[in-house]
């Protein structure tokens, strides 16, 4: 610590060999100058140098003077030991003044002192910051994963190069984002809470505890009928890019990610989450919201389950033929076939709509599919064009927005004006595409604007 950046009482403090030095070189100063002053007063030419000499001194002590009053000095570190903000503190050779990226990058380094210290080393050279470092050991190697923070101007090719050279095989590199932050036991944990709360969540909790990969739950027995998958050993399966796990209902979860292979690691934490979720059984959340539709009619919207298989069923047949062929796009008779299905949370989200009498209205589905995320909507013939579908639609994309889907999209017949213009209503940006009289309308959702769109667009809520 430096003689004045202590301080006592808010004032800084000196040192007395400071002004016993500056004494020193005063008195050295004066000396010189006199001597200087004697030879050259003694000479030819004497006065003249010693103009010539005043003037020179006063014009250096005037730029020296504008100089420090233009260009400053860096501010003395406060007695709490902070350091100067970004704007006061004193810009330098390896100052970053671009906008900064993360990274969330894997590599393959060898299982041997300094290899990890190597690859530390090229990172910091490219001014690459880690900001988190999670290890997957394997038979032979190690698989680092690294969270980073580097230059704006810095490419993936770049840093990917640099890892080369330090020994880091197999790279894998992609942006992450401000989720990306917290650490790895921290989510996990948030993860496994979600999961507790509601067997819908597993699928979205082993994608987002895996990264980008797509996950498929085959039910023991199909919806349509027909043999069931193969089954897994308790203990799962891991072979490279796929991993099987035995689902809590006895089906099977495929999880697929052929841009990068499994660790050991990644298989024990998917099982456990899998685990948990068998250990607690089904569960969905019972809340429920009492709506006022804008023609005064109540209605109850809340999640359902299987066990409104049968208040479905009954809905089916007071459905008209043409709204169950515009929903299910098949043979209507094998319309209860598909409910055990969609009603069960191991697939998705179902929202139900009950009048004040009880009676089930309406259904709306929010299936998760493979890496992507599908909507239906039923209603019944009697609640159609009263804000029904409309009010399911935007609770099912707000439900998708909070589960990070980047889109949804649904699946009906360019004669379904109602669910079209349903989806209009969502007032995001769509994408059409029509073959064979089969309509797909894929919704991008923006969060922010996601949000907004269902708080604005609701009915008056009346309760919980």
Excluded at 75 to 96: C, I, L
Aim: hydrophobic letters at 40%.
């Amino acid at each position: 610590m430096s003689d004045v950046t202590r301080a006592k009482h808010g004032r800084p403090v000196h040192h007395w060999r400071r002004d016993v030095i500056e004494l020193a070189a005063l008195f050295t100063a004066v000396a010189v100058a006199d001597a200087v002053a004697n030879v050259i007063g003694h000479g030819p030419d004497g006065p003249e140098l010693l103009l010539v000499s005043a003037v020179v001194l006063v014009a250096t002590a005037a730029f020296h003077t504008w100089w420090a009053r233009r260009h400053g000095h860096a501010p003395p570190v406060s007695d709490t030991g902070a350091r100067p903000t970004s704007s006061q503190a004193q810009a330098g050779p390896s100052a970053d003044t671009g906008e900064s990226v993360l990274w969330r990058m894997r590599t393959t380094v060898k299982d041997e002192p300094g290899s990890l210290a190597a690859l530390c080393t090229a990172l910091a050279g490219h001014r690459v910051d880690i900001l988190s470092l999670q290890t997957h050991p394997l038979a032979e190697g190690t698989v680092d994963e690294f969270l980073l923070r580097g230059p704006g101007e810095l490419s993936a090719a770049e840093i990917t190069r640099a890892v080369a050279q330090a020994g880091g095989a197999g790279t894998w590199i992609e942006r992450a984002d401000a989720h990306d932050l917290v650490d790895a036991p921290t989510r996990v944990l948030g993860l496994a809470a979600r999961t507790a709360l509601d067997a819908a969540e597993l699928p979205l909790a082993l994608r987002q505890l895996l990264g980008r990969c797509t996950i498929r739950s085959l039910p023991g027995t199909p919806a349509g009928g027909g043999r069931g998958p193969q089954s897994v050993p308790v203990e799962g399966v891991l072979e490279d890019t796929v991993m099987r796990l035995r689902a809590p209902e006895g089906g099977v979860i495929t999880v697929e990610r052929p841009y990068l292979p499994f660790t050991p690691t990644e298989f024990a934490r998917a099982r456990a989450l899998v685990e948990l979720d068998t250990v607690l059984g089904p569960r969905v959340p019972r809340s429920q919201d009492v709506l006022t539709l804008p023609e005064g009619n109540d209605i109850t919207v809340r999640r359902a389950d299987t066990g409104d298989l049968e208040a479905a069923k009954a809905m089916h047949e007071r459905c008209s033929p043409r709204t169950l062929s515009l929903r299910y796009h098949g043979p209507v008779g094998d319309a209860d076939r598909y409910l055990n299905h969609l009603l069960s949370p191991r697939f998705g989200r179902t929202l139900a709509v009950q009048t004040a009498s009880g009676r089930l209205v309406g259904l709306g589905h929010l299936l998760w599919d493979g890496d992507e995320t599908e909507v239906a909507l039923l209603v019944e013939d009697e609640w159609q064009g009263r804000g029904v579908g409309a009010e399911l639609l935007r609770r099912l994309v707000g439900m998708a927005v909070e589960a990070r889907c980047e889109s949804v999209y649904a699946v009906t017949q360019s004669s379904n004006t109602g669910m079209v213009a349903a989806m209009r209503g969502l007032g995001l940006p769509l994408d059409y595409q029509i073959e064979e009289g089969t309509l797909v309308i894929t919704a991008r959702l923006a969060p922010q604007d996601v949000v907004e769109q269902v708080s604005a667009g609701s009915p008056e809520r009346r309760g919980d």
